[in-house]
């Protein structure tokens, strides 16, 4: 089992523009629950969340809004067809970017995000380490003296290191993430520990203490075989919803294709995704116009099999009449159908 410690800073990075991904969160969260790691969080941990998550999530959705496609061109660009093109694109991305910030704020309000999920599962399976006077005193004291990590203005990363030096087992090492470079890292190679806090560890819990800056660091050298079992299965539902989307937004043949090339992955669909779908692909020329692709068919045809009742009788008749034509399409029809 390995023991591991995840500074605050890494929670918040679930909720910024990084490279970390909810991927990793789940990956973590499944073997905290399979009993691979051990994780320690310590109740200064939690408070520092939570004080700090709110600033961060709105730091995001600050940048997140402001991006902006160009929406004015040089006059010689508008005698060419990518010009229309771009611009269409360039309404499509704004009206899905509100979309998007509305479902945000909505799950923001409500705890309910992707990265609130697990982060509240992570606290919940971990061993919380709660901070007493004496953890303080010491925390002041290594401040006092100047020692790592810690500043004067900020017990926080001392009273972390504390309650690690007296809660882990002695002769256990220990999984270290954080990005605070400041406090933890060497001043000659900032991917190394300083050698104090190395020395320290060594010393008192006669064990070894391994740094990492990046959650992925971890997970990819000690479990990088690792699968997400079935009953985790928030990112795949959030690929899924993602796939409808692009799906039922589609405005080229390639994009259905695609689309539909992911959402074949999945066999479970709720009834207002299947509706969601099935309006789509009668109302999308994008998609009913290559009605008869044999990818396009078959997944439409078989999603809804089975599950008619689920579908409004008229829309089923609507889709009925389009998927289950043989290719029967009007010659004129067919020689007015655009290529993509």
Known sequence: MKHLFIDTNIYLRFYEFSSDTLEELNKLLTNVKNNNIKLYVTSQVVHEFWRNREASISRSLEAL????????????????????????????????????????????????????????????????????????????????????????????????????????????????????KKDYASKIDNRRLTEFLNREWREKKNSTIHYYIQLSDFLSREFPDIKLPSDLELVADQQKETAINNLVNSYSFQMTHLAIKVLKSFNDFTDDQIREIVEASTTNNQIYWIHDDSDVKEFLLGIISGREDAIDPNLLEEFHSIYQNEGEADSTEEEDLPFD
């Open 65 to 180: 809004s402001s991006q902006k496609l160009p929406d004015t061109y040089p006059q010689m660009c508008k005698s060419y067809d990518e010009y229309a093109t771009l611009r269409e694109l360039s309404r499509e991305y704004s009206k899905l970017l509100t979309q998007l910030m509305g479902k945000l704020r909505e799950d923001i309000d409500s705890n309910k995000c992707g990265a609130d999920k697990i982060v509240d599962g992570l606290f919940g399976a971990a061993q919380v380490l709660d901070v007493d006077e004496d953890i303080i005193q010491n925390a002041k004291t290594r401040v006092a003296l100047g020692n790592p990590p810690g500043r004067s203005n900020s017990l926080g990363d001392s009273v972390n290191w504390e309650l690690l030096l007296k809660n882990v087992p002695n002769e256990t090492d220990l999984h270290l993430v954080t990005v605070d």
